[in-house]
Nanobody, 123 residues
Framework: QVQLVESGGGLVQAGDSLRLSCAAS????????VAWFRQAPGKEREFIET????????MYADSVKGRFTISRDNAKNTVYLQMNSLKPEDTAVYYC????????????????WGQGTQVTVSS
């Protein structure tokens, strides 16, 4: 089992950048593919980006293409989400999630979730 804790959220203006972190503890982090999802008020949870166990491959949603980048440092048991050119529609609670072995863009495939971190982008 793995425990996940997100950090780095906050209130920013449109066009600004933020970097979210997801710190993991428990079983060896390199066993897990990791993804970021987000959920805005009144909306369904949305896939953002995912990364393989080694970090060699990623998959992202069209809505964040060219603006968000996922990365990981297995030595630090941490995954990052670099968010650039933020827009008001990026406002949401951002969740880090993990699953053993292969990555996926479907939330139902992920058994382990963090508590979420709020990102608010003002216009």
């Amino acid at each position: 089992q793995v425990q996940l804790v997100e950090s780095g959220g906050g209130l920013v203006q449109a066009g600004d950048s933020l970097r979210l972190s997801c710190a993991a503890s428990g079983r060896p982090f390199s066993m897990y593919a990791v993804a970021w999802f987000r959920q805005a008020p009144g909306k369904e949870r949305e896939f953002i980006e995912t990364i393989t166990r080694s970090g060699s491959n990623t998959m992202y949603a069209d809505s964040v293409k060219g603006r968000f980048t996922i990365s990981r440092d297995n030595a630090k048991n941490t995954v990052y989400l670099q968010m650039n050119s933020l827009k008001p529609e990026d406002t949401a609670v951002y969740y880090c999630t993990a699953r053993l072995w292969s990555y996926s863009s479907f939330s139902e495939d992920y058994p382990y979730w963090g508590q979420g971190t709020q990102v608010t982008v003002s216009s």
